[in-house]
């Protein structure tokens, strides 16, 4: 069965339900049963983590010591949801609906940020789209509906992170590896992650002076909805197979990667794009 061309982290099938004998399970609900450490004072914002990886990450900073505002578009209750496990785990977190792709919904974004929690020094670009199709097959719509998000959106959020963030702070914008192994039908969609790895290269140089680490990570193939959606069990299966690590990377792969660059040990590392993949590519 061929791959559907509109792919989104909106959508409801799980690679759990489609190759349950060969998926990790259970990694990203022990991650969150553990109680939060203590406060360490420093507060988190996550895009797009309503679910998937920056459900994960959000849920991951919060075990760390991080309050965390958590970010949707329409998965409002999913966002809720994240929000009360974080505070069962005795966590701080509120969450707040914004479309990245809207200049001024990202500023309200960190306006609410900031009234709840009076700053931030982690700021993670997570949120965005994947439509798939040959190039002959893609739609204007679609290609301009996936570089509003994932290109201008990170833009939008990168931008209102270098004003607004605290000395000493983190940024991290989510790129793929896809961008190394453009694999047909993900043209368009592996050029606005291409874009996240200049962004962060950039920037990295633009706040060094105030210690600010940038850095963008590149997941490989993850089990999310987003990457399953639209793929036969076979399709996974030969997917799995090109990984040398036999499986699928879950979310907390990913969240744990995030925190590693967030903590102290990761100070050094900036203008940088971190691959996460188990050695797909």
């Known amino acids: 069965m061929a791959e559907r061309n509109d792919v989104t982290r909106r959508t409801v099938l799980t690679a759990a339900a489609l190759v349950p004998a060969v998926m990790a399970t259970g990694t990203a609900s022990a991650q969150t049963t553990r109680p939060a450490q203590p406060s360490n004072g420093k507060v988190a914002l996550v895009t797009g983590s309503s679910r998937g990886i920056g459900a994960a990450t959000a849920k991951r900073l919060a075990r760390d010591g991080y309050a965390v505002t958590v970010n949707c578009v329409v998965n409002r209750d999913l966002a809720a949801g994240v929000v009360r ?3 069962a785990a005795g966590g701080r977190a509120i969450w707040v609906q914004a479309d990245v792709s809207d200049p001024a919904a990202v500023r309200r974004l960190f306006d609410e940020n900031d009234r709840g929690f009076g700053g931030v020094d982690v700021v993670v670009s997570n949120a965005g789209i994947m439509r798939l199709a040959p190039f002959r097959d893609m739609t204007d ?8 998000v994932n290109a201008k959106g990170s833009f939008n959020v990168l931008r209102e992170a270098a004003r607004r963030m605290r000395d000493g702070g983190r940024i ?15 043209g368009p969609y592996a050029a606005t ?14 706040l060094g002076a ?16 987003l990457f399953t959606d639209g793929k036969t069990e076979q399709q996974i299966r ?3 197979g090109r990984t040398p690590m036999g499986r699928l990377g879950e979310p907390s792969d990913i969240a744990d990667t995030i925190a590693a660059l967030c903590s102290g040990d990761g100070a050094w590392i900036s203008g940088q794009t971190i691959f996460s993949n188990g050695a797909v590519v």
């Open 141 to 148: 719509e679609h290609f301009d509906r996936m570089f509003a």
């Open 193 to 206: 992650k291409a874009v996240q790895d200049m962004y962060a290269g950039v920037l990295a140089k633009e």
């Open 172 to 186: 991290i914008t989510l790129s793929s590896s896809i961008v190394q192994l453009r694999s047909p039908t993900y």
């Open 210 to 225: 105030r210690n600010i680490a940038v850095n963008a990570v590149a997941p490989g193939l993850v089990n999310t909805t």
């Open 85 to 87: 496990e974080i505070e």
């Open 238 to 240: 030969g997917f799995i």
